[in-house]
């Protein structure tokens, strides 16, 4: 069993940047991908980034790609969504979510694909 934890939400002006985390526990994440996924009001969860946690090979959804950057701290079994030049179109509740399965040559961006799912953290950005 895998426990998820999502931290650094909040709102903030369009332009600007927040950086969320998700810690992980439970069980080693060594070979599984970890991805950030986002669900807006009225809106279906759509794929943000993605991540293979071995050797951070990386996928952006296209809206994000140039903005937002994954990237995981082994040590601290944490993956992070850095978020930059932030739009009103950003703001949804984002979750992070760790694969069901192992040895992903590149990481899923396919909600299917995740079998843990963290709580969510709700970022708002104003115009």
């Known amino acids: 069993q895998v426990q998820l934890v999502e931290s650094g939400g909040g709102l903030v002006q369009g332009g600007g940047s927040l950086r969320l985390s998700c810690a992980a526990s439970?069980?080693?994440?060594?070979?599984?991908?970890m991805g950030w996924f986002r669900q807006a009001p009225g809106k279906e969860r759509e794929f943000v980034a993605s991540?293979?946690?071995?050797?951070?090979?990386?996928r952006y959804a296209n809206s994000v790609r140039g903005r937002f950057t994954i990237s995981r701290d082994n040590a601290k079994n944490t993956v992070y969504l850095q978020m930059n030049s932030l739009k009103p179109e950003d703001t949804a509740v984002y979750y992070c979510?760790?694969?069901?399965?192992?040895?992903?040559?590149?990481?899923?961006?396919?909600?299917?694909?995740?079998?843990?799912w963290g709580q969510g953290t709700q970022v708002t950005v104003s115009s």
């Open positions: 991540i293979t946690w071995s050797i951070g090979i990386t």
């Open positions: 439970g069980r080693t994440i060594s070979s599984y991908a």
């Open positions: 979510a760790v694969s069901q399965t192992t040895g992903w040559s590149t990481p899923p961006g396919s909600a299917y694909e995740y079998g843990y």
